[in-house]
């Protein structure tokens, strides 16, 4: 109980209610937001996958080249900090110039997220949502 209690206070939210929130398909943790999703057009190893700039909740592996569909990239796999679900990767590095722009962003599967309207301050029992 120690451990979820520690992973509940490094855990962040995403409150800007301008935006839908995607989750964590499997614990339902909060990943990222409409707004920062770049690209749909992107593939991920199992299906879709979305460009995204900016994720929260999210543990980045080890480094590692990979040949993707748009040449070599140094990428790092990404997993949801709560449930260890491995996500999709993190560009480090792109060797190719019109590639670049990925790096520090993010490739996360479609699968693996979920949707979720974040609340509003008249939607009280939002509130009582969270990842457990
Ligand atoms: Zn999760």
Redesign the pocket.
Known sequence: MTNRKQLQEHQAYLTNVHNRVYT??????HITTHAAIMSRAFQGRHGPGYLVGKVV?VTVGVKEERLLMTGVHTVADIS??????K?GWKYLRAREKPQKYKEGRYIVEKSKLSRENIWSDDDDDGFDRD?Y
């Open positions: 964590c398909a499997n614990c339902h943790c909740n949801c900090m709560v449930c260890r679900a996500l990842c």
